[in-house]
């Protein structure tokens, strides 16, 4: 179409939301299809927090807030990231914004000149560059390896940083991978950072889905030029909420703060109280995030071990909900292989091209059970 700007041809769609809603269409006609492309969980917010939100719209909290959101969230981001991380943030080092997704781009665009580049690990999260390149960035990606797990090499990071280079980010646990990095791995990447006076963006959206060891938050090491990204989307299971906050040095803030402030303004007003009961009322949410933690660990056993017992090569995730698995003994073209699984099979993935996973496609476990034995049976037909 004419008349768009240059910006918004360039800019990709997402190919995540591509596939779902492939899956979902071919549902809707009736075909009975396992949809395992969203990456959102399966399971309802926790009582407490629904019941929050009915309190706020009853007690008429559904006004503008402070552009960097309330007060009481922040006090409430900030104890959280006291009481399970150890990293101590005042108020004005906090912000809050519709999802992650926006505190991503708004430290994009708060960051980044023209031609600045950002370190990104691959296989990536979609949006990260579509992001760094709207805000006039490049990536730089550096790849990870399915024999080691999709754990980031820091020597790699360290040959790919240039004097144009301007942020390392990661993602631990990693979306699409399900990789958690070593503490000397985050360790390692912060060192780069404060070493070539760099800053850190280290999304954390997943951090209470670790299954094996514990997780680490790589903001502990150099806080003065780190910038956490969290939200309530993944851990208290709120993804259409529409809660994300990003936590940092108060004049990174304050600027991103600047583009919220003439662009969306504040997050949603129920939604803040909501998320600010489910971070203060620590045991029942504490619960909650057990519970969900236990059943995507069975799935992810089962799944993982059904892959790889079919001959496609799934390397154990440690985190998130995604496991990704080489699709090449169905076709070398993980685009071809993932459409044949859907039309075939009936089972709905991410092929890899958007995450730079050549060969492999995405499957999220955040369904049920039943769901995950009947996608493998259809899958081990298909291969038959
Ligand atoms: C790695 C990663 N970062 C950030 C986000 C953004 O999530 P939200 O905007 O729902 O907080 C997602 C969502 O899929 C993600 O997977």
Request: aromatic share 8%; hydrophobic share 40%; charged share 20%.
């Amino acid at each position: 179409m004419t008349g768009l700007s240059q910006r918004i041809h360039a800019l990709k769609a997402s190919s995540t939301v591509a596939f779902n809603a492939k899956a979902l269409e071919m549902k809707r006609a009736g075909v009975d299809v396992i949809a395992m492309t969203a990456g959102e969980p399966d399971f309802q917010p926790p009582q407490h927090v629904l019941e929050a939100a009915h309190e706020a719209v009853r007690r008429g909290l559904t006004k503008y807030t402070p552009s960097e959101g309330t007060r009481e969230l922040r006090d409430a981001i900030a104890k959280k990231h006291a009481r399970e991380n150890e990293l101590r943030y005042e108020a004005d080092q906090v912000m809050v914004s519709t999802g992650g997704k926006q505190v991503l781009y708004n430290a994009f665009m708060t960051l980044l000149d023209p031609g600045d580049e950002v370190i990104v690990p691959a296989p990536y999260w979609v949006s990260y560059p579509p992001q760094i390149e709207l805000a006039g960035g490049v990536t730089v990606v550096v790849p990870t390896r399915p024999e080691e797990g999709f754990v980031l090499d820091p020597d790699r990071v360290a040959a790919a940083i240039t004097p144009r280079t301007k942020a390392i980010l990661v993602n631990s646990p990693g979306n699409p991978t399900g990789a958690v990095y070593p503490e000397p791995v985050l360790r390692a990447v912060a060192e780069l950072c404060e070493r070539h006076d760099l800053w850190l963006i280290t999304d954390e959206l997943y951090e209470h889905m670790v299954y094996d060891g514990e997780f680490v938050t790589a903001a502990r090491y150099y806080p003065e030029r780190t910038l956490l990204v969290h939200g309530a989307s993944k851990g208290y299971a709120l993804t259409g909420w529409r809660i994300g906050w990003g936590c940092g040095p108060s004049a990174l803030v304050k600027a991103m703060n600047k583009l919220q402030g003439q662009s969306t303004s504040n997050a949603n007003a129920v939604a803040q109280y909501a998320t600010q009961v489910a971070l203060d009322e620590v045991e029942a949410t504490a619960a909650f995030q057990a519970m969900t933690r236990q059943a995507y660990r069975e799935r992810r056993d089962v799944i993982v071990q059904g892959l790889n017992d079919l001959g496609l090569r799934t390397p154990l995730p440690q985190g998130a909900f995604y496991a990704m698995a080489d699709l090449t003994p169905i076709d070398p073209d993980e685009t071809v292989a993932a459409t044949a699984l859907l039309e075939r099979a009936h089972v709905g993935v991410v092929p890899g091209t958007d995450f730079a996973a050549p060969g492999f496609a995405r499957f999220s476990y955040a369904c049920s059970m039943e769901q995950i034995r009947s996608a493998l049976e259809r899958i081990g037909r298909l291969l038959a």
